[in-house]
């Protein structure tokens, strides 16, 4: 949710002192969300955001007002809404009562699994505070996160808690109000509660809600520099040490989930002119069209993650606010661990609200990956619209968290709750709570064992550009119905075939490389095995294509500099699994790259691919792009190899 630009500033003119309102982060979501189809722009835009600033602006008044009359200052309802739930409550003296710790997760084809390999489903819901609070110089969460505020949660049959957070208070930083809690006491007021949650059985979502740069284009929450608004995507400055640190820190607790960002809209940004100029700017960061600071993109957050050597699951959005999953498959990040979910957010004034949209935008990533839906709810108290995306999502075997578990008063919709007692809101909190009570973590009813492992995989018939493997065959409680073969790199996994027997044909290889292949069984309620061992196979031939590298300087700061490799297949065959040499001589270091993975010692850098830049095809070419630390001098690299060959430079 986002606190708009409106309510800020009538909450400045009437609470001298307070700041931006947004102790009550009310249901009322930003206009900027189209709810319209996608691409349809329509000359009216300007009029129609003017008119409905207003219209915030004078709601924002009415909802400061009733703060003035009937609140404690700085917190964020009515005296009566933050009192902690009785103290007659079970396990009120903060102990977890004897339940089973949240079980550590991880991700099996289309499916988040347990240790056990059983499915798991997140239901639960949203508990706002730790996004803006602290960024207020209040108190870091507007109500208890007690055991006793826990006990109320898991009277619903809660799963799962996203917790926002603010990466400004989480660092640190000179942009907050003297009054703010330190980091130190932020960060640990975020593990507590994260470890009390995990203590009772319900799995966490840390979810990077409100973030640093100054932004004032299309869509736009607020003006404000500071971290005090949803802005259109993560800035290079503050995210990747921000994930590094969480990622160090909940490294090892498994039933933490990364969401890497809240709510990306690149596409606003650039006026929704370039779908596929939003979507590159969505994964790779870098310069994006509207934005006046640098940009970190997803890839570049999940190599954050990864390089701490954590294995947690992490959520990764789309456009659109994340309500558009259209082009997720084609531009999601690499993840070397395969732990890599979708982020969807589902509102009645977005612009996909139907069946049919969700059928064929969110329904064919979910075939592949898991779902989940962070953020679910309407702009009324009703719970019809949240009743049909509930609907579609257990059909489809969707997670979903609801905003909001805060007593915020349901006046304008997406608030659960009427006090810490978990008393349900009517009807949006009724509605689904009666819901989530009628629903397991899993698939109801359905098949959750997986197939076996299938053998090791053997490799016959090598030519230059082509292998066939073949396996012993998976057994299934119910029936094995095919196999995945995939290409092994390091850490990541591209899926390279799909066969419905123990055989396949790889197609598509460069001559005289290696590869290495691995395969999973799968059966038809989409469970997926554990991968067999793997087999690397050298195909026939001599090495494809020779190669023309382009080195160009994007952006210089003195202390670090951004640039961009162009790599170009000069040959007249498909280069694969490549491996690019160069050196620095300034003693540069790379912190961040897009595009690949890099491998520095000293000044000799080897870079693998991405899974996206995996092939380069004949005559085409792949762009790689970094942020690097730089010393007096920087001194461009002069020569490049491919797989060992020497590259000319252009």
Known sequence: ?????????????????????????????????????????????????????????????????????GSVAGFGGPASAVASPAAGQSAADGRASAVAAAPALHVSGN????????????????????EFGCVQGKEIFDGPTDQAAIEAMKAWKINTVRIPLNEECWLGTGNLPPTAPSAAAYQQAVKTYADLLVANGINVILDLHWTWGEYTGPGGG???????????????????????????????NGA???????????????????????????????????ITY??????????????????????????????????????????????LMASWHSYNFNGCVTTSCWDSNIGAVAAQVPVQAGEIG????????????????????????AWTWNPWGCSGGSVLIEDWNGTPTSTYGEGFKAHLLSQTAGDPGGDTAAPTAPGTPTASEVTATSATLS??????????????????TGGTETQVAVSASNRATVTGLSGNTAYTFAVYAKDAAGNRSTRSATVTVTTTGTPAGTCSVGYRLVGDWGSGFQSEITIRNTGAAAVSNWKLGFTFTNGQTISNMWGGTPTQTGGSVSVIPASYTDTITAGGSVTL??????????????????????????
């Open 1 to 69: 949710m986002v606190v708009r630009s409106a309510l800020c500033a009538v909450s400045k003119v009437i609470q001298p002192g307070i700041g931006a309102l947004p102790t009550v982060e009310p249901a009322l979501r930003p206009v900027s969300r189209r709810a319209v189809p996608y691409g349809v722009i329509g000359p009216i835009r300007a009029l129609r955001e003017s008119a409905m600033s207003m219209r915030r602006a004078l709601r924002a008044f009415g909802i400061a007002g009733v703060l003035m009359a």
């Open 111 to 130: 499916r988040l699994v347990t240790g056990s390999n059983s499915t798991f489903r997140p239901l639960g819901v949203n508990r706002s505070g730790g």
């Open 222 to 252: 607020c003006p404000d520099v500071a971290a005090t608004c949803q802005k259109p995507m993560p800035d290079a400055r503050y995210t990747p040490t921000f994930w590094s640190e969480v990622a160090t820190m909940f490294k090892g």
């Open 256 to 290: 933490v989930i990364f969401d890497l960002f809240n709510e990306p809209y690149p596409d606003a940004a650039n006026n929704w002119s370039d779908a596929t100029a939003a979507w590159t700017c969505l994964r790779d960061g870098g310069t994006c069209a509207g």
């Open 294 to 339: 640098p940009v970190a993109g997803m890839q570049t957050l999940v190599n954050a993650v990864r390089a701490t050597g954590t294995t947690n699951v992490i959520m990764s959005g789309g456009l659109e606010w994340t309500n558009n999953l259209s082009r997720w498959l084609e531009f999601k990040p690499a993840d070397p661990t395969g732990n």
């Open 378 to 401: 309407q702009n009324t108290c009703a719970h019809d619209y949240i009743d049909q995306v509930m609907a579609w999502a257990d059909a489809n075997k969707v997670g979903y968290t």
């Open 471 to 488: 396996w012993a065959a998976s057994t299934d409680n119910v029936g094995v119905t095919g196999y995945d073969i995939v290409r092994v």
């Open 625 to 650: 792009g970094f942020i690097a630390n730089r010393g007096a001098t920087n001194t461009a690299p002069t020569t490049f190899t491919l797989n060992g060959r020497t590259c000319t430079t252009t």
